[in-house]
């Protein structure tokens, strides 16, 4: 399959469902992006309000969607339908069939393998339904948990973009300051997921069954 833009879709794994986001998340949308590691490693405003959360349900991901350049998808508990967190696809190139993949996972979700398990299915989707190549993963120098993450579904560390990174600390007074750091980039390419969907479901973090539609 050839595109210029992803498809409204939904993909599931054992314990997740993934799909376009929608006005319900507004309120957990809000509360996870006001979250203290939410707000440190990310340029979300501060405070979020649901009008920004809505704004970016209805507005933003349409926009971007339709214009080709990404894809965000709500990460929901199966069981539940809680709302884990958020995989978002952006600086989308369709002639080099590449894009960034990052996430965000509510605080009360951490620790259970959920981004890794998100974040393989949606790669097994790009690379075998949208014939993507590559997938590139940009984390921060002190985000340990976002780089064990990309460790886990098999990424390969490329180099550091120096100084290429604001992250955002709280001080005593409450106020958020502003601290440069690096970026580490990370790639996946199709053949790098042999083995590593095999050693998640090991761990008891993934299993590999995933459908789109």
Known sequence: MTSSTFPNISISTERLVLRPLDEDDVPPLTEMMNDEQV?????VPRPFTEQAARTWITE????????????DL????????RLVGVIQL?????????TELSYLVAP????????????????????????????????AADNTAS????????CISEGVLRNACIAHVRGDDGFWTDVRTDFIVW?????????????LADTGQFTAFTDWS
């Open 90 to 98: 952006t600086r989308t190139n369709w002639h080099i069939r590449s």
């Open 108 to 139: 009360w979700a951490r620790g259970e393998g959920y981004a890794s398990e998100a974040a393989m299915a949606t790669a097994q989707w790009l690379f075998g339904d949208q014939k993507l190549e590559r997938v590139e993963l940009r984390t």
């Open 187 to 199: 790639s996946l390419l199709p053949e790098d997921l042999e083995g590593s969907a095999e050693q």
């Open 60 to 71: 933003h991901a349409p926009a971007q969607r339709a214009a080709g350049r990404g894809l």
């Open 39 to 43: 707000a440190a490693w990310t340029d």
């Open 147 to 154: 780089q064990q993450v990309a460790q886990k579904i098999g």
């Open 74 to 81: 709500a990460v929901t508990e199966f069981l539940t339908q």
